[in-house]
């Protein structure tokens, strides 16, 4: 393996660090920005939901933008300002709501090119190493999303400002990100005479995908906003356990991510997609049948392990059947198109599960969730690797087909 390919996957990584750590310092940190600008109960929804739109509006925007840049390029410059936004948000004060407005716009915008372009490149390289890869990239972003709750932490635990909080991470992430980004590795391009790269997959070949990411991030979202109010209130724990529940789903969630390419390497993906699935939505009844706290904790432990896996998986599947039908080209269009979908998740998820608790019972409805993870089972083949390609057992020799390097800032 060329120098070339491990510096590349070794600065992409720390990119996946560096935004896990920036997105969870500002969604652990929403009650502490509501209180600092007196945003109201009523408003504060409105702005929750305008960050997800506006990342799937930045990822629409990262399709079109790698038709005439490399990849490498929207995320060396998609990262910092993801950064700086997420320093604005934490700097004003109270009565400006309408900076605050800017900044999260900013952030959302940024926050969907930036994840569009960094799943690009992984994909690319994945295609490079021969191999499966990208569970690694995703375990690195949940490492991030772990070191910035626990920054986050330590700055309500001090009574911090935010912008005290946020300033030293970003004074740290932001050069080593700008640094990093010298040796960012691009797939190989399209040839201009390749006929095959003249349009992407078709929403019909990659709805199966959008599907599964959508059901993916349905089931994250309801663990990151309801998994504390549900073991409090449902099943009776104490304040102090209720947090915890979203700490071992992280936790889980990187041990299955940082081994998860070995069982896609062994197995293949289909077999780990199904397995994933089987298990979360096994997490999913576990919580729903709980008698007490401890047995729902063992219920999102196993959500963890399984939900992991979903989501690197898609990409590299979209990638793949792209770079099969269509060329270098389509690739990088198909993971853009399909990150649109993890937003639509997130904004269905919450209030998907908060509308049926409330009419229902919170027991119920995370039976919903459990049913659309099952239905991945049903798409499944659509994440098997043709016999010459990586996966299932048939990996491609270790290549150097690395295309474009990114030299300079």
């Not at 104490?238 to 789903?249: D, G, I, K, R």
Request: charge should be positive; include cysteine; proline fraction near 5%.
């Amino acid at each position: 393996m060329t120098d070339v390919l491990r510096r590349g996957r070794a600065s992409l990584a720390f990119a996946f660090f560096a935004q896990g750590a920036a997105f969870a310092l500002l969604v652990t940190r929403i009650p502490a920005v509501q209180d600092r600008y007196g945003v109201s109960d009523a408003l504060l929804p409105v702005f929750l939901a305008a960050v997800p739109v506006l990342a799937g509006a930045g990822s629409v925007a990262a399709e079109r933008l790698v038709k005439r840049v490399p990849p490498s390029r929207v995320l060396r410059w998609s990262q910092p300002v993801v950064l700086l936004a997420l320093l604005g948000a934490g700097a004003g004060g109270a009565g400006q709501v309408a900076a605050l407005a800017v900044a999260l716009s900013v952030f959302g915008l940024a926050v969907g090119a930036l994840d569009a372009s960094m799943n690009m490149l992984g994909v690319s390289l994945q295609r490079s190493y021969g191999r499966s890869i990208m569970l690694g990239f995703h375990a690195v972003y949940s490492l991030g999303g772990i070191v910035g709750a626990s920054l986050a932490w330590a700055g309500a635990h001090w009574q911090l400002a935010l912008w005290v909080s946020y300033l030293p991470v970003v004074a740290v992430l932001l050069p080593a990100a700008l640094l990093g980004s010298r040796w960012y590795v691009d797939g190989e391009p399209a040839p201009a005479a390749d006929v095959r790269a003249g349009g992407g997959v078709g929403f019909k070949g990659l709805l199966p995908l959008c599907l599964v990411m959508t059901f993916a991030y349905i089931g994250d979202s309801t663990v990151s906003n309801w998994s504390a109010k549900y073991l409090k209130d449902v099943l009776g724990g104490s304040e102090q356990l209720a947090t915890v529940p979203y700490n071992v789903y992280m936790i889980t969630t990187l041990a299955g991510r940082a081994v998860g390419d070995l069982g896609v390497r062994r197995f293949g993906a289909a077999a780990v997609v199904r397995l994933g699935a089987l298990v979360a939505a096994g997490g999913f009844a576990v919580v729903a049948l709980a008698p007490g706290a401890w047995v729902g904790m063992l219920g999102f432990t196993l959500l963890g392990l399984g939900l992991c896996v979903l989501v690197p998986q898609t990409f590299a599947a979209a990638g793949r059947l792209a770079f099969e039908q269509r060329g270098p080209g389509a690739s990088d269009t198909a993971i853009a198109r399909l990150n649109i979908f993890n937003y639509v998740g997130f904004l269905i998820g919450s209030p998907l599960v908060g509308a049926l608790g409330d009419a229902w019972s919170y027991r119920g409805a995370m039976l919903v969730p459990m049913v659309l993870v099952l239905v991945t089972l049903g798409y499944a083949r659509s994440f098997a690797a043709r016999p010459d390609r990586y996966g299932g057992g048939h990996e491609r020799p270790r290549t150097a087909d690395v295309g474009r390097g990114s030299n300079g800032l």
